[in-house]
T-cell receptor, first 112, second 114 residues
Framework: ETGVTQSPTHLIKTRGQQVTLRCSSQSGHNTVSWYQQALGQGPQFIFQYYREEENGRGNFPPRFSGLQFPNYSSELNVNALELDDSALYLC???????????FGSGTRLTVV | AQSVSQHNHHVILSEAASLELGCNYSYGGTVNLFWYVQYPGQHLQLLLKYFSGDPLVKGIKGFEAEFIKSKFSFNLRKPSVQWSDTAEYFCAVNAGGSNYKLTFGKGTLLTVNP
């Protein structure tokens, strides 16, 4: 198993900028989800992609958007960054049928 | 909307003590339940999961959890903790069907003193 890999591991951005985070799913997994984990909190669901289409969305504004590519890798894009967007962003992949979620190590985003 | 409550924010134990971490969820339908662990500096790892069948689920590293449907609970247990169990533990619920969203609790930090 190759696991879920995320890049970059750390990122510092200025308020108002845009950021793109990347995720490579575990081999054989066709579903990818993104979560935001603020300090001292559990992960919060942002959205999920299945076969390149958004399959569910949490309570996040439209400036959070994503893509899933034919090889099942994924991107999370955040526009017009706000200070409160500072968090650990986690990617998780799964086979649709068995709910086995594998998480990556995350990207730590700091907005200044 | 589904929600998850973890009763303890921080639990401190000595090695060999028994562990029970509480988790309650609010959702009236069929659920899938998970416990994840996050060791310092590492990614979230699945400890165990419950989909159906025997409500007593055994996971990795000697952990187990019991699903009590009438109490909407899924408590995590270990008979004897080790220093290496020091980590943050998250309970999560998924409402099943075509919605694969995981709802997490806020987590419980477990510190095991040698």
């Amino acid at each position: 198993e190759t696991g879920v890999t995320q890049s970059p591991t750390h990122l510092i951005k200025t308020r108002g900028q845009q950021v793109t985070l990347r995720c490579s799913s575990q081999s054989g997994h066709n579903t990818v989800s993104w979560y935001q984990q603020a300090l001292g909190q559990g992960p919060q669901f942002i959205f999920q992609y299945y076969r390149e289409e958004e399959n569910g969305r949490g309570n996040f504004p439209p400036r959070f958007s994503g893509l899933q590519f034919p090889n099942y890798s994924s991107e999370l894009n955040v526009n017009a960054l706000e200070l409160d967007d500072s968090a650990l962003y986690l990617c998780a992949s799964s086979e649709r049928q068995n709910y086995g979620y594998t998480f990556g190590s995350g990207t730590r985003l700091t907005v200044v | 909307a589904q929600s998850v409550s973890q009763h303890n924010h921080h639990v401190i134990l000595s090695e060999a003590a028994s562990l029970e971490l509480g988790c309650n969820y609010s959702y009236g339908g069929t659920v899938n339940l998970f416990w994840y662990v996050q060791y310092p500096g590492q990614h979230l790892q699945l400890l165990l999961k419950y989909f159906s069948g025997d409500p007593l689920v055994k996971g990795i590293k000697g952990f187990e959890a019991e699903f009590i449907k009438s109490k909407f609970s899924f408590n995590l247990r270990k008979p004897s903790v080790q220093w290496s169990d020091t980590a943050e533990y998250f309970c999560a619920v998924n409402a099943g069907g075509s919605n694969y969203k995981l709802t997490f609790g806020k987590g419980t930090l477990l510190t095991v003193n040698p």
